[in-house]
């Protein structure tokens, strides 16, 4: 096998969704941590368009963006477990779902942190209605079982998942729970299916660490 | 040759230093190892342009080493013990993660409106945890030598106590009687006493916090 190297940050939800679905697929990588202030000759090379990590080196062959390297890796490890459903329409519907993560949901959270007053009144009440959108696609998309992936944690599982340190820290250090028992009840059940997976255990950051994150950067703002 | 760093500056009081707990343990690490440092006071409220250029997200603390401005607490004390090894602060694995839920706990704590949902209760026990660690390995989280864990520690644990304090009435049970030896131990220490923010800025710095939708009663 060529060899696997993953350019990232461990805090990050981009960098961890990789992480996890590596561990998952059960194929080993070298991980080398990067600075995003004094960034590697190696990553601005790797991703010269965005210069961000994660970034997927295979062999000679950078791959950047999170869910693009997903589908590469299960495309290009397709002797094991896959993370995408074998279903056309069920793939398409995964990655419409992480889709929405990333360009809704995703922004939603961030304006969180970076809005302050009634404007970031409204970007939690927006993550609010996202979560719940989510947890009403759950029901249609697990089809009974415990994850989006079905038995096991897939594809949409880890889009979403990889986040849930950054959701539960913005819970603490903002007082609103985007995910509970009323709000989002599949969701909730399902937070805890998906940290018992022991890819999750090993990768998802610990919420205290992004607490303090989200607290560092709120003290570097006016207002708090 | 100084370091140049840029940390905090007090809310409404641009010339005195101000409340951030991660700029601080910067501060201590740069004192402890007697690295020479220049000290930057960034207004937050108004960030002059020259900073924005430097550290464009805004973000302290930031130091310059080797030419490049570096952001993250955790990355500058990593790169500082690095490079300036002597006399080390590294800590051995064991006893790295030693109180790190304390200041989650803690900004739990602080938030709460629901005096029955078990934050105040998870603050007893993570302070219950290091009294007993520090009763079998005292008087610092490593024993007899000053670390880089005591260091992150020492400014969180300042801030909870004095807005625990402010804001609840809350202080940290008698009964701990390794973490009450331990605090005085770090905040009488000299350098603790030149990088902290006075008690009023910290309070102040927390303030705003309290509020955060219009619909909740702000204190």
Known sequence: ?224 | MAVEVCVKAATGAPTVLGDCPFSQRVLLTLEHKKIPYELHLINTDDKPQWFLEISPEGKVPVIKIDDKWIADSDVIVGLLEEKYPDPSLAPPPHVASVGSKIFSSFVKFLKSKDPSDGSEQAVNEELKALDEHLKSNGPYINGEKISAVDLSLAPKLYHLETVLGSFKGWTIPESLSHIHSYTKLLFSDKSFEKTKAAKEYVVAGWAPKMCITSSRICL
């Not at chain 1, 000759?41 to 062959?61: A, C, Q, R, T």
């Not at chain 1, 793939?91 to 419409?96: E, G, L």
């Open chain 1, 1 to 224: 096998m060529s060899s696997l190297k993953l350019l990232g940050t461990r805090r990050s939800p981009f960098v961890v969704r990789v992480q996890i679905a590596l561990d998952v697929k059960g194929i080993k990588y070298e991980f080398h941590e990067e600075n995003l202030s004094a960034k590697s000759e190696l990553l601005l090379k790797s991703n010269p368009v965005f210069k961000k990590v994660p970034v997927l080196i295979h062999g000679d062959h950078p791959i950047s963006e999170s869910l693009v390297i997903l589908q590469y890796i299960d495309e290009a490890f397709s002797a094991g477990h896959q993370i995408l459903p074998s279903n056309p329409y069920d793939r398409a519907i995964a990655r419409f779902w992480a889709s929405y993560i990333d360009e809704k949901l995703f922004p939603s959270l961030r304006g969180i942190l970076r809005s302050e007053g009634e404007e970031r009144k409204n970007k939690i009440e927006e993550s609010i209605e996202g979560a719940a959108l989510l947890d009403n696609a759950f029901v249609s998309i697990s089809k009974g079982k415990k994850f989006f992936g079905g038995e096991t944690i897939g594809f949409l599982d880890i889009a979403a998942g990889s986040f849930l340190a950054f959701i539960e820290a913005i819970g603490i250090v903002y007082g609103e729970k985007l995910i509970d028992e009323v709000k989002t009840p599949h969701l909730f059940k399902w937070v805890h299916d998906f940290r018992s997976d022991l890819a999750v255990k090993v990768n998802l950051p610990a919420t205290e660490e992004i607490v303090e994150v989200l607290i560092s950067i709120s003290k570097a703002s006016a207002q708090n």
